[in-house]
């Protein structure tokens, strides 16, 4: 059996292949129309009845579907397809990346020269509904510290409200671009992060001088948040690569 026959085999467990099911069966909804931007997916119990898998499936596949911008959970609402900015898809991206194996140190610098300056865009622009989404990612992000996966995709969500919140689509859709990398990335080892507290704290500190319109104190907070996050990954890693 060659090495290809063998990362096929080992590299689908049954939770993951239905996760992508879900996956599959969203996408199949959006290409052919039926799912347009801003409107309600089914219930997690319907989509888990039409394409036969458990809601934990569903809710996974959800889950990763809204770190990578397609969809958006409104709490009480339902899930909806993200009506943010335009995706220019991140796919040609991973792809570089599998084949000239991009460092952890490329991905957070790319970041930082992105959206250190988008910080500070949104600490000028940033609308009522803006800092609301902010807020709510921040808030999302504290009450999931004893969950790495689930912060990882509030983690996620938040560097993309700010990005929107600068009110510039082109920026926005390439920090969505880099952040739907970085997510994919770091999905498989997130269980590995620790004091997620950190973290949660630093985006708060974001938050709130986005708010007080201080665009320099905004963009000091996104810097040194990105550096640390640097920091703290390769202690994690033990290496300077990706996971």
């Known amino acids: 059996m060659t090495s ?9 467990p049954t939770e993951l292949l239905a996760t992508e099911q879900v996956v599959a069966y969203v996408r199949r909804l959006i290409e052919a129309g039926d799912l347009r931007s801003g409107q309600r997916l089914p219930a997690e119990r319907e989509l888990a ?27 009480g609402a339902g899930t909806f397809v993200a009506m943010g ?10 792809f570089q990346a599998a084949l000239h194996g991009f460092t952890a ?15 500070g865009m949104a600490a000028e622009r940033a609308s009522s509904e803006d800092l609301a989404a902010i807020a709510d990612a921040v808030t999302e992000a504290f009450a999931s510290l ?9 983690d996620i969500t938040f560097h993309r409200a700010v990005a929107a919140a600068s009110g ?5 859709s390439l920090v969505e671009m880099v952040s739907a990398l970085f997510y994919e990335q770091r999905r498989l ?10 973290p949660a704290q630093e985006h708060r500190k ?12 905004a963009e000091a907070a996104m810097n040194e948040h990105l550096r640390r996050a640097q920091t703290a990954q390769a202690s994690e890693a033990g290496t300077g690569r990706p996971h």
């Open 206 to 217: 974001i938050y709130q001088a986005i708010r007080a319109r201080d665009r320099e104190r």
């Open 168 to 172: 510039n689509p082109i920026l926005a």
């Open 105 to 119: 140190d490329e991905m957070f610098e790319s970041r930082r020269v992105l959206e250190v300056g988008v910080a």
């Open 4 to 12: 290809a026959e063998l990362i096929a085999r080992k590299a689908k």
């Open 189 to 198: 080892t997130a269980g590995s992060a620790h004091e997620l507290s950190r």
């Open 49 to 75: 009845r039409r394409i036969g898998v458990s809601r934990p499936s569903v809710r996974a596949a959800l889950q990763s579907l809204g770190a990578l911008g397609v969809v958006e959970t409104r709490h």
């Open 85 to 94: 900015p335009p995706s220019l898809g991140s796919e040609p991206l991973r």
């Open 146 to 154: 004893d969950d790495p996966s689930a912060f990882l995709v509030h």
